[in-house]
């Protein structure tokens, strides 16, 4: 029977966590939760400086390990694969989170801007996924499934004004495979959702936030953007046991922006 006590129905404590694009952004707002809950944690981003830099800092409060690794490549998820059977026995969470954007009008949209986005948000979510697979069986069961938590966007829910159109349609991909893998994988102990997050300080909104953030937080009913605790609490849930029984949802986590007239 489950632990009812909030400290445990919540708890990450112990448990091998993956977070691709964990070094800035929402993958490091993600790690910096689950590093300061007790979780073993794995971060993985193209820039290994950056990496490196964060796996020193969090190793400070907690276990944090960096791998760097390119994941729009079939090298780099080889490598990250590969060390990753070398340092764990299983693994109880796949945060796929690493993603890129390219803006531009769509009668102009670069064929190497789609490739770009296509190859960071969807194509290493199906085959990382893929790859993984038996690390996250050996830590799966009906009653304490393995977790993949899949990172969308609210702008792959509805239609953004902002000509962002391939990086749309990538995490309305990822939402999908989302549903599918949720259905596919029930029957081994993993659970698969996604979280679709609205706007939050990143590397990818910095140019919007500096621009446009007061215009940004008077659209949000909640007058605001995303802070740490947002993303990490959300993560934790799916996470935590309190999440186990929660399978294909795709989690809009944006103050209800997405209910409202796109911008």
């Not at 796949?94 to 789609?114: R, T």
């Not at 009653?143 to 902002?162: K, L, Q, Y």
């Not at 910095?206 to 446009?212: E, G």
Request: include cysteine.
């Amino acid at each position: 029977m489950t632990n009812l006590q909030v400290d445990n129905l919540f708890s990450v404590k112990g448990k091998n966590v993956l977070i691709t694009g964990g070094s800035r952004g929402i993958g490091l707002m993600i790690a910096s939760t689950f590093v300061k809950n007790g979780a073993n944690v794995i971060i993985s981003s193209r820039n290994a400086e950056v990496c490196q830099a964060v796996e020193k800092e969090l190793s400070k409060i907690g276990n944090c390990t960096a791998i760097p690794a390119d994941l729009s490549t079939g090298e780099g998820r080889t490598k990250l694969v590969t060390a990753l059977n070398g340092q764990l026995d299983q693994l109880d969470v796949l945060i796929n989170n690493a993603g890129a954007n390219w803006s531009a009008p769509f009668k102009d949209y670069p064929e190497m801007g789609y490739d770009k986005v296509m190859g960071i948000n969807v194509k290493p979510v199906f085959y990382l996924t893929q790859d993984l697979m038996p690390l996250l069986e050996k830590a799966a069961s009906m009653e304490n499934p393995a977790r993949i938590i899949n990172i969308g966007s609210i702008d792959g829910i509805r239609v953004s004004t902002i000509d962002n159109s391939a990086y749309g349609m990538s995490k309305a991909a990822v939402h999908h495979l989302t549903k599918i893998l949720s259905v596919k994988m029930a029957g081994k102990g993993i659970t698969v959702n996604a979280i679709a997050p609205g706007p939050f300080p990143s590397k990818m909104t910095k140019s919007m936030l500096d621009n446009a953030q007061a215009m940004v937080e008077r659209a949000n009913p909640m007058r605001r953007i995303g802070r740490a605790g947002d993303m990490g609490g959300i993560a934790t849930f799916l996470a935590s046991d309190a999440g186990s029984f929660v399978n294909g949802a795709v989690i809009p986590v944006d103050g209800g922006m997405h209910l409202m007239a796109a911008m």
